[in-house]
T-cell receptor
């Protein structure tokens, strides 16, 4: 079955880089996503990567995909206190006529210390 | 442009009652999905609707149902509420399958 695994906690100092890792199981996943959730809020789409790419960069965010190992990572450069949140990795699963539902990991809580 | 909106923001019900949650997608988006997020967990897929038809269903009991209206808004209904239904219910809309945008959620508490 589908499963997405992430480490639960990460603590970094302000200004350092953060790297959040994720592994997934479904090799047929078309897209892989990173979402951010702040306390009491919904999910904010940060970035996503198509499964035939191995890297995507968007300002301070870099996504690396190793399809062979089914490993996805999110690197946040120059991490700020406002980056403190829970980060979810998700894979897109397509069933029949479905346009794709998302399978999420349990989330990585990023704490940024000043 | 307005994002995905959900109502109500918070709701308190007792066991055995039913609840209706509402979602309005981003203008132009025809697909709506519903997710349940229990405290400390990632969201779990419940339903997906596209052009008013159910396109996907997660592993939830028949007490959960949903529908999509001609204006693409959607309702999620839960009957015979259990304590374990307490969660944040998230709605997501998409134009194409690669980007799903989430609303702020409805926090349901079942007592």
């Amino acid at each position: 079955g589908e499963d997405v695994e992430q480490s639960l906690f990460l603590s970094v100092r302000e200004g350092d880089s953060s790297v959040i890792n994720c592994t997934y199981t479904d090799s047929s996943s078309t897209y892989l996503y990173w979402y951010k959730q702040e306390p009491g809020a919904g999910l904010q789409l940060l970035t996503y990567i198509f499964s035939n790419m191995d890297m995507k960069q968007d300002q301070r965010l870099t996504v690396l995909l190793n399809k062979k190992d089914k490993h996805l990572s999110l690197r946040i450069a120059d991490t700020q206190t406002g980056d403190s949140a829970i980060y979810f990795c998700a894979e897109s699963i397509h069933y029949g006529g479905s346009q794709g539902n998302l399978i999420f990991g349990k989330g990585t809580k990023l704490s940024v210390k000043p | 442009d307005a994002g995905v909106t959900q109502s109500p923001t918070h709701l308190i019900k007792t066991r055995g009652q039913h609840v209706t949650l509402r979602c309005s997608p981003i203008s132009g988006h025809k697909s709506v999905s519903w997710y349940q997020q229990v405290l400390g967990q990632g969201p779990q897929f419940i339903f997906q609707y596209y052009e008013k038809e159910e396109r996907g269903r997660g592993n939830f009991p028949d007490r959960f149902s949903a529908r999509q209206f001609p204006n693409y808004s959607s309702e999620l209904n839960v009957n015979a509420l259990l304590l374990g239904d307490s969660a944040l219910y998230l709605c997501a809309s998409s134009f194409a399958s690669e980007e799903q945008f989430f609303g702020p959620g409805t926090r349901l508490t079942v007592l």
